[in-house]
């Protein structure tokens, strides 16, 4: 361990702004959050989550985001970290929440008016009323702009009249709706027109809709269908959603963007429909903020499994030792290492650009007056592309811990089986990720068409990865990394590979020259007679490489940050080697890439594997104290082989097990395999 570091020193550093939340749910968050039973009856378990979302919200902690003027806090950055927080309990609490909470309360907040906040969010935030968020249909789920339900206006009445026209417009997928809920968020085609005019429809807006009474029976025109069992996530009520002539009073329209008159008439301070669209949806970016959140807490937690588990389980003598020698830790095997390190590198590495995006978040969502477009634009790729790669890092490390953790793992005391499960679902919700990894091209498209137009091809690699060091520039104090960025060159064999500053070039670099190939591909789509449908299809791949090397230059930027921030010497090594291991085995995912460009050298390739290897070893002894830092109570890992716990059933239900029978342990060596083939390795 290095001198002087704690657990406690980089639970500060993993902090950021709201380390105080964090301190609040490690007090006060219920116990039942962490002993729920998913494998109760679907109904029992459903209710039983309610009643911990309740406990929940009987803490306080759930008002942290809502108007101050209605009981909240007023603290955008709060309600984020607090919905972080019920990450790494019982992750059906934490959607179920965040239906009610987040997505049905943050609606009313974001697309509401002073009115609607005042007649709805009091309920909301005393659970008095369930509510849901009805956007998704069967036949439209990313491309919410085409959604087919229908909300058209009756001056007669000054109602609105809302209309499910075939089964593909039903609303599905909506969490809460099939039991709970008492009142949905509906998205919907708004049809109305004044005096003298065809009623014409405006796109989508928003109402709030009532589903239930108070004695839970649907109110008339309002049909429900359970989605019935999940892979995951029983404990969220997920239904299906039909309408029939429901009326809903003009009042209930949220019209921050846009309003209608009791004769019909349409008014809107936004003139450009579409921009009206995206505005709407831009409010609603706090979801997918939290879901980002939600899961690194989950994933925080399933590697805190595995790597105790790592550390207590032994298998297999070393080869050539005699029979009394002790066997080895897994945690010692380099492969086991490499299947862990890394991605609890990258989790902290993750975990620190997700402090920045809910910083960020905060600051757009509480600036006084109109939204700044850049910096609303800004928000909405980082957010997007954060949620991408968090998720897609969740379900492949949570899986990887599943099987680092052998039979045991497979086991649902574990939590592991539970946890890769519920959170499989979440690289589809809150936005596809390869749609929302699109939408991120899109948006650096954008930024690149508006600062350097038709500049030629090379000449516009080197502008736009010089503008990224300037960006760089302007928020560090680390001259020394800045320098070598700066200096860094193509394919020398010179540079340490543990220098920030090298390592940040390669990533600009690759950013740089995949958004500007990716731009030139593109504008063949305006070449005389070009399809550009078939255009833009063709050169999808491109895109989204581009993103993900946007998203990945992004992440260690913040953690640039982070090591440029930390004042003490013994933690910010640490933090350092966390970091380069990140940062290697991201440029070794993409060595071909660089190796194709000229940016590494066969030789560089070799070393920077060689390097990710020796990283692994280093930081082999600090493993449980990463863990630890990782700040999540003793009581919250409910896992017994966290805590040394031997003696579980066997892997396959016959006697022998899985890690490595019949060929390597677990994280093992082949050598030892060959000596004794393992009767339970599990």
Request: proline share 4%; with cysteine; hydrophobic share 40%.
């Amino acid at each position: 361990m290095p001198s002087g570091v704690s657990a406690a020193d980089l639970t500060e550093v993993l902090a950021g702004r709201w380390g105080w939340v964090r301190d609040e749910a490690r007090a006060h968050l219920p116990d039942a959050l962490f002993r729920t039973d998913p494998h109760a009856p679907m109904d029992v378990y459903r209710d039983e989550v309610l009643d911990v979302v309740r406990a929940v919200a009987a803490t306080g902690s759930t008002a942290h985001g809502f108007p101050t003027a209605v009981g909240g806090g007023g603290d955008v950055g709060a309600s984020v970290v607090q919905f972080e927080m019920l990450g790494f309990g019982d992750l059906s609490v934490m959607i179920k929440s965040g239906v009610h909470f987040g997505l049905f309360g943050g609606a009313v907040t974001s697309l509401g008016s002073e009115d609607h906040h005042r007649r709805y969010l009091p309920a909301t935030i005393a659970v008095e009323r369930v509510g849901c968020f009805a956007m998704t249909e069967t036949g439209h789920g990313s491309d919410v702009a085409s959604i087919e339900t229908t909300a058209v206006y009756d001056p007669a009445t000054q109602e609105l009249v809302l209309t499910t026209p075939h089964e593909g417009a039903r609303k599905d997928y909506i969490g809460g709706a099939a039991r709970h809920a008492q009142v949905a968020a509906v998205f919907a085609q708004l049809v109305t027109g004044g005096p003298g005019e065809e009623p014409t429809g405006r796109g989508v807006h928003c109402l709030v809709v009532p589903l239930r009474d108070d004695a839970g029976a649907l109110l008339p025109g309002v049909e429900v269908e359970d989605d019935g069992p999940k892979a995951g996530l029983n404990g969220v009520d997920n239904g299906r959603i039909r309408f029939t002539a429901v009326r809903v009073p003009r009042a209930d329209l949220l019209d921050r963007f846009a309003r209608v008159a009791p004769d019909g008439t349409y008014s809107s301070d936004v003139q450009s429909a579409s921009r009206r669209f995206f505005m709407t949806l831009g409010a609603l970016v706090r979801g997918r903020v939290c879901i980002a959140a939600g899961v690194g807490a989950a994933t925080q937690q399933a590697l805190a499994v595995a790597v105790r588990y790592g550390l207590t389980r032994r298998q297999f003598a070393r080869p050539g030792a005699d029979g009394t020698s002790e066997e080895v830790v897994l945690l010692d095997y380099r492969a086991h290492q490499r299947r862990l390190l890394p991605a609890l590198a990258t989790t902290y590495a993750l975990q620190l650009a997700m402090n920045e995006l809910t910083g960020r978040l905060h600051d757009v969502q509480s600036a006084p007056g109109e939204v700044d477009e850049g910096e609303q634009r800004e928000l909405e790729t980082r957010a997007a592309g954060l949620k991408a790669v968090a998720t897609w890092h969740a379900t492949s490390t949570i899986q990887t811990c599943r099987e680092a953790c052998g039979g045991a793992g497979y086991l649902a005391v574990n939590r592991l089986p539970q946890l890769r499960a519920d959170t499989d679902v979440f690289t589809t919700f809150e936005g596809d990720n390869t749609v929302l990894m699109q939408l991120v091209g899109k948006g650096l498209l954008t930024s690149y068409a508006e600062d350097f137009g038709e500049m030629g091809t090379w000449g516009t690699v080197r502008a736009v990865a010089d503008q990224v060091v300037d960006r760089l520039a302007e928020r560090s104090t680390a001259r020394v990394t800045l320098q070598r960025l700066r200096e860094a060159v193509p394919g020398s064999d010179d540079a340490d590979l543990r220098d920030r500053g090298w390592q940040m070039r390669l990533l600009v670099e690759r950013e740089a020259h995949l958004l500007v190939g990716v731009a030139r591909r593109l504008r063949r789509a305006k070449a005389p007679g070009a399809d550009a449908g078939a255009v833009f299809n063709d050169a999808q791949d491109h895109l989204l490489a581009a993103a993900r090397a946007h998203v990945d230059r992004v992440v260690v930027e913040a953690l640039v940050a982070a090591e440029d921030a930390c004042e003490d010497d013994a933690v910010g090594e640490l933090l350092a080697r966390v970091g380069d291991l990140h940062v290697l085995a991201t440029i070794e995912r993409d060595r071909a890439w660089y190796l194709e460009r000229g940016w590494l050298t066969p030789g560089r390739s070799k070393a920077v594997l060689a390097t990710v290897n020796e990283l692994c070893e280093e930081l082999r002894p600090d493993a449980r104290l990463l863990v630890d830092g990782l700040g999540i109570p003793e009581r919250w890992i409910t896992a017994p082989i966290a805590h040394g716990q031997v003696g579980q059933p066997s892997g396959d239900g016959g006697g022998r097990t899985s890690t490595g029978a019949q060929g390597a342990p677990a994280g093992g060596s082949a050598a030892a395999a060959v000596e004794r083939v393992p009767v339970q390795a599990g």
